[in-house]
T-cell receptor, first 115, second 115 residues
């Protein structure tokens, strides 16, 4: 059973370009979470999705950021018109269900560098 | 809302010495408590967690943490550290109830084990 797979591991974008980050959850997991880790900081929650639904996007910036988790395929975090401040590590986590005693498993992250 | 405070951003310690990484939290509701470890250029791995029951929880590699409800703390300890324990350690909490399961992370403690 493969773990949470994120790609690419490293992504370099010029200011103004689009960044597309992918996350394939563990097999059997239908809940996906995206977190952002800025330099010298802990992880900050961005968005929580289930298949075809955004459950909680309270941590997402209001502009330029969007996320989806389609019925088929990986979850995508999309950042339009990237700026230098978007440079960070973006982590995806998945869990099998919401509720008691569930654990979120993290991917290795995508490190985005905006130049 | 929850918040997590890790009081020490850097903890250098000599090999085979004991170590304690401090974590305090604030929450208006009951929470689960976690410690995650992040090795360089890797994702987060769950080290141990407190869900219920015994307030002392242990990991397979010798770490332990004790939940102290009155002091709202969940300090991580190891009686004798190894070079391979060098990593960043994150304390996190998650509410038991609510519409989404989210982890609130502390800012992390960099543990450096010196030979």
């Amino acid at each position: 059973n493969a773990g949470v797979m994120q790609n690419p591991r490293h992504l370099v974008r010029r200011r103004g370009q689009e960044a597309r980050l992918r996350c394939s959850p563990m097999k059997g997991h239908s809940h996906v979470y995206w977190y952002r880790q800025l330099p010298e900081e802990g992880l900050k929650f961005m968005v929580y999705l289930q298949k075809e639904n955004i459950i909680d996007e309270s941590g997402m910036p209001k502009e330029r950021f969007s996320a989806e988790f389609p019925k088929e395929g990986p979850s995508i975090l999309r950042i339009q018109q990237v700026v230098r401040g978007d440079s960070a590590a973006y982590f995806c986590a998945s869990s099998p269900k919401r509720g008691l005693n569930t654990e979120a498993f993290f991917g290795q992250g995508t490190r985005l560098t905006v130049v | 809302a929850q918040s997590v405070t890790q009081l020490d951003s850097q903890v250098p310690v000599f090999e085979e010495a004991p170590v304690e990484l401090r974590c305090n939290y604030s929450s208006s509701v009951s929470v689960y408590l976690f410690w995650y470890v992040q090795y360089p250029n890797q994702g987060l791995q769950l080290l141990l967690k407190y869900l219920s029951g015994s307030t002392l929880v242990e990991s397979i590699n010798g770490f332990e943490a004790e939940f102290n409800k009155s002091q709202t703390s969940f300090h991580l300890r190891k009686p004798s550290v190894h070079i391979s324990d060098t990593a960043e350690y994150f304390c996190a909490v998650s509410p038991l109830s609510g519409s989404a399961r989210q982890l609130t992370f502390g800012s992390g403690t960099q543990l450096t084990v010196l030979p």
